[in-house]
Nanobody
């Protein structure tokens, strides 16, 4: 079965860190560019970061640049999102998604993992 699975979400205090993982079932994740999106309560889904499968180039939304880092482990076939200096506004369900490139629309989504930032 072809699917994406996110893990690593949880609840932390402001200023804390979390690392999200995205793994694939039924295919090789490294075949595609991989992006992280998030959707906060009452808001539209927004793209957070993307990593290209071709050259490893990365993209970050302005709201997370300097705090979040996307990376890929080709041996483990996993994409990570390291999130530091978390703020309450980062609270959302985080989804990973695959796409042919970071400029193309996603074609496969995971079910998401909840990240909650509160004191």
């Amino acid at each position: 079965q072809v699917r994406l699975v996110e893990s690593g979400g949880g609840s932390v205090q402001p200023g804390g860190s979390l690392r999200l993982s995205c793994t694939a079932s039924g295919f090789t994740l490294g075949t595609y560019s991989t992006a992280w999106f998030r959707q906060a309560p009452g808001k539209e889904r927004e793209e957070v970061s993307c990593i290209s499968n071709s050259d490893g180039s990365t993209y970050y939304a302005a709201s997370v640049a300097g705090r979040f880092t996307i990376s890929r482990d080709n041996v483990k076939d996993t994409v990570y999102l390291q999130m530091n200096s978390l703020i309450p506004e980062d609270t959302a369900v985080y989804y990973c998604a695959t796409r042919w490139s970071c400029t193309r629309p996603p074609h496969l989504w995971g079910k998401g993992t909840l990240v909650s930032i509160s004191s």
